[in-house]
């Protein structure tokens, strides 16, 4: 297996591989921000969709954020690892703090990312929900049970990357994942890329600008 070149590169490949899962018309692409919106570009331009932008928050555990207890979404969109929270006696004063934290993070990414546009209507809508890949899948949990909240008639998880453990989950929550590489040895998602530099707010918007979705 090949690792990508970079975002752009993975996201054409997973527009290639969506083709078989999206008819014409009525689709939403949603990048998760940051990594997964050069990726989710890629695909609304070749599935000729409007792109936006679902802020997601991992949820890490105090002294070792790396490990994610649970997600949350905009719209109020939430996962909770209680089997890990349990084993490992974080207490609930301790979550709610970090709760409240990536509260903050999310609303500032959000007022960056929207301003005072609208959140599209989805009622009836194909939702694409992109991320530059998974590991845990905590943060993508998120995205579905805020997009599920809106009404779609259906809910793809699109990724370029992610351990078969980890799709297999979420294929309880979705009604379609798609992912072109799936590694048995996988560790990370940034060793399936030979450039994964940390994408910025300003290529968010930059993003955003190009499918014409910033005013």
């Not at 599209?120 to 809508?125: F, I, M, R, S």
């Not at 992109?130 to 990724?159: E, F, Q």
Request: aromatic letters at 4%; one cysteine or more.
């Amino acid at each position: 297996m090949q690792p990508y070149k970079d975002r752009r590169e993975a996201g054409a490949v997973l527009a290639e591989a969506l083709r078989k899962q999206v008819g014409s018309g009525g689709v939403w692409v949603f990048g998760l921000p940051r990594g997964g919106v050069p990726v989710a570009l890629e695909v609304a331009k070749a599935l000729q969709a409007p792109l936006d932008v679902l802020v997601v928050r991992k949820l890490g555990v105090p002294g070792h954020e790396e490990l994610a207890l649970g997600a949350i979404a905009a719209g109020g969109g939430e996962v909770l690892n209680e089997g890990l929270i349990r084993q490992l006696g974080i207490s609930p004063a301790a979550v709610q703090a970090v709760r409240a934290r990536e509260r903050e993070e999310l609303a500032r990414r959000e007022q960056a990312y929207r301003g005072a546009r609208p959140f599209p209507e989805l009622k009836g809508q194909t939702v694409i929900l992109v991320d530059d890949g998974l590991a845990t899948g905590a943060t993508m949990k998120a995205a579905i049970a805020a997009v599920r909240a809106l009404g779609p008639s259906r809910v793809v998880v699109a990724v370029p990357v992610a351990p078969q453990n980890t799709l297999q989950e979420l294929a309880h929550l979705a009604d379609a994942v798609v992912c072109p590489l799936v590694p048995a040895g996988f560790e990370a998602v940034g060793q399936w890329y030979l450039e994964f530099p940390q994408t910025s707010d300003a290529e968010v918007l930059q993003a955003l600008a190009e499918s014409g979705r910033r005013e």
